[in-house]
T-cell receptor, first 113, second 117 residues
Framework: GNSVTQMEGPVTLSEEAFLTINCTYT??????LFWYVQYPGEGLQLLLKATKADDKGSNKGFEATYRKETTSFHLEKGSVQVSDSAVYFCALSDRGNAGKSTFGDGTTLTVKP | GAVVSQHPSWVICKSGTSVKIECRSLDFQATTMFWYRQFPKQSLMLMAT?????????EQGVEKDKFLINHASLTLSTLTVTSAHPEDSSFYIC?????????????FGPGTRLLVL
């Protein structure tokens, strides 16, 4: 079956530090990959996505590249802000599952001023 | 665009009562809606997939008689927790997709926190 493995948290960084949150996946087909973010007390919202190999998704300074050879979709940001503090979920959606997504366990990021 | 609302955002009920949670896509038609359950500091657990006009598809281990899902229109799905018990207390989140394709983004509601006393 499909699975998503995320870097364990929590992650604590100082403002303006570089962020990497690792995400690897296993899938039976050729999935689309997503990063969702959940701010405290809120639902999830899409941060970025990529639908084919070598695609780079980007939004709000965050980037992730779909690496088929390493089955990875690592999230990066060059300079984090306090407002980036949230839980980040990596997810995949497989062609055979009619839009259902498989989520990683989430990584909690805390950015300190 | 692509806003999903949930109502109520908070509900406290007595054990044995039923609770209905609504999920609405406000500015688009949702072919598919998903219902998740999220435990504290844990990931989302998919409960069921709901398609307009057809019966919901439940994930393994989810009691369909306990968690009734209705997707009456392209903008509304409801989850009813029947005869709720304290172990049903959780954060319930819905999401909606425009299409039933694997490339489609899911748009999430803000969640409903249920506390069963």
């Amino acid at each position: 079956g499909n699975s998503v493995t995320q870097m364990e948290g929590p992650v604590t960084l100082s403002e303006e530090a570089f962020l990497t949150i690792n995400c690897t996946y296993t899938a039976t087909g050729y999935p689309s990959l997503f990063w969702y973010v959940q701010y405290p007390g809120e639902g999830l919202q899409l941060l970025l996505k990529a639908t084919k190999a070598d695609d780079k998704g980007s939004n709000k300074g965050f980037e992730a590249t779909y690496r088929k050879e390493t089955t990875s979709f690592h999230l990066e940001k060059g300079s984090v802000q306090v407002s980036d503090s949230a839980v980040y979920f990596c997810a995949l959606s497989d062609r055979g599952n009619a839009g259902k997504s498989t989520f990683g366990d989430g990584t909690t990021l805390t950015v300190k001023p | 665009g692509a806003v999903v609302s949930q109502h109520p955002s908070w509900v406290i009920c007595k054990s044995g009562t039923s609770v209905k949670i609504e999920c609405r896509s406000l500015d688009f038609q949702a072919t598919t809606m998903f219902w998740y359950r999220q435990f504290p500091k844990q990931s989302l657990m998919l409960m069921a997939t709901s398609n307009e006009g057809s019966k919901a598809t439940y994930e393994q281990g989810v009691e369909k008689d306990k968690f009734l899902i209705n997707h009456a229109s392209l903008t509304l799905s409801t989850l009813t927790v029947t005869s709720a018990h304290p172990e049903d207390s959780s954060f319930y989140i819905c999401s909606a997709s425009r299409q039933r394709t694997y490339q489609e983004t899911q748009y999430f509601g803000p969640g409903t926190r249920l506390l069963v006393l």
